[in-house]
Structure formats: structure tokens, C-alpha cells
């Protein structure tokens, strides 16, 4: 198991007072944030205070207005600078629609595999591995849109955890699973030794996890 705290560590993301939002209305107003190899932070705050949009500034989904991100040896600015981010920093989205979008679930669990430059039988033998891993064994040739809201959020993880990434960011990912899907989910969390930061209202994760807690508020970091 890994602390929150990794002193030393190799740094992989950098957020340099960094400002961002939608629509024109700014929701981050500054916010400075690193993520070391191994470190695991769970990221709280109130609703409509920007966790979500902090993540995906972290992998180039949104362009900053303001500030920089730095990203495994270099500053990233244009789409092209992020998508080897991408590729070593995995982004579970909130709403796992926004994630899934092939017709099975084994289509979309390969997918990033693939992405990386396995062959179709490489990617399949990691997707398989990793949806039995979930619990999901059975799952590989369902229809996506098929699946209950639980299901999906656990074939979004799928998707992620099979590129073997460096960072992993998760925005809520325990809301509608069931409590024994929520444990299992937490225990590969607690399993894996890379990188975590884990948008969260749960005030147990991070001493479950052991996690540092970094609190967003007024667009800033605490």
C-alpha cells in the first residue's frame, strides 16, 4: 500500500495557477496542484467548485485561460501535446456515458490497449484480464448500453486500468455501485501503486485509501 505523501517521488502533473471554466464564467482561479508518482490525494469540495473541471485540465480536455500544465517532462498547450498524456494518465469521468462509446464492452475495454500498440489479440487478452478482475468476466460481449448505471462505471474503470497508467484521476467513481461492488472497487484502488487523485464526498476514502486530501474552494487549493 502506498501513502498519500511520496517523499521524493518523480513528478508527473503540474498545475501552475492555473485558470479555467466554462461558458465564459471561471471556476478556477489559481488552483496550483502536483501529482507525484505513487501519491494518492482525494480531492473534496462543494458542489460547482471546479474538481471536475481541475481534472480534465489535468488531460488537456480543457484548455486552461490562464496559467500552464506541465506533464511528464514538458509544458502541454496544444491537443497534440496531450495525447500522449492520455495515454499514461487515465480519466474516469463522472458520468460513464461520456466514456463508453463502442458497441461492446469488450470493444471499449481493448480500445486503449490497442491505442497503445497491442495487437487485437494482445488488447483482448488485457481486457478479458482485467474485466474478470472487476468481476465483469461474463460482461465481454454485452451491449454497452445494455448495462446498469453500476456496470458502467465498472467498465469505465475497465477501460483505464487496462493501459497500465502511470496517474489515474477519478471523478466520483462509487456513486451507483452497490456496496459489495464499491468494496471491490476500492480494494484494487488500494491494490494498485501508481498515482491517484479521487474527486470524493466520501470522508472515509481517504483514510480507507490513505490519501492526502486536497480541498478545491473559490477556485483555489488548500
Known amino acids: 500500500m502506498v501513502t498519500g505523501d511520496v517523499p521524493g517521488a518523480e513528478r508527473l502533473i503540474e498545475l501552475r495557477d492555473v485558470h479555467a471554466g466554462h461558458r465564459g464564467a471561471s471556476v478556477l482561479r489559481g488552483a496550483s496542484l502536483t501529482l507525484h508518482a505513487g501519491e494518492r490525494i482525494a480531492l473534496a469540495g462543494p458542489n460547482g467548485a471546479g474538481k471536475s473541471t481541475l481534472l480534465r485540465v489535468m488531460v488537456g480536455l480543457l484548455r486552461p485561460t490562464a496559467g500552464e500544465v506541465w506533464a511528464f517532462g514538458r509544458i502541454r498547450s496544444e491537443e497534440r501535446d496531450f495525447v500522449p498524456v492520455r ?3 487515465g480519466l474516469v469521468f463522472q458520468d460513464s456515458d461520456d466514456q463508453l462509446f463502442s458497441p461492446t464492452v469488450l470493444d471499449d475495454v481493448a480500445f486503449g490497449p490497442r491505442n497503445q500498440g497491442l495487437t487485437a489479440e494482445e488488447a483482448r487478452d488485457v481486457a478479458h484480464d482485467t474485466l474478470a478482475t472487476l468481476g465483469l468476466a461474463g460482461h465481454a460481449d454485452r451491449l454497452t448500453h445494455h448495462l446498469s448505471g453500476g456496470e458502467k462505471r465498472l467498465v469505465a474503470l475497465a477501460t483505464v486500468l487496462t ?6 484521476l477519478l471523478d466520483e467513481p462509487f456513486t451507483g455501485l452497490d456496496g459489495s461492488a464499491e468494496r471491490r472497487v476500492k480494494d484494487i484502488l488500494d491494490g494498485l501503486s501508481i498515482a491517484l487523485l479521487v474527486v470524493t464526498h466520501d ?20
Open 87 to 89: 495515454l499514461r494518465a
Open 163 to 168: 493501459m497500465r497508467p502511470d496517474a489515474m
Open 203 to 222: 470522508p472515509s476514502l481517504a483514510s480507507e485509501l490513505s490519501m492526502s486530501v486536497r480541498t478545491l474552494e473559490d477556485g483555489v487549493l488548500s
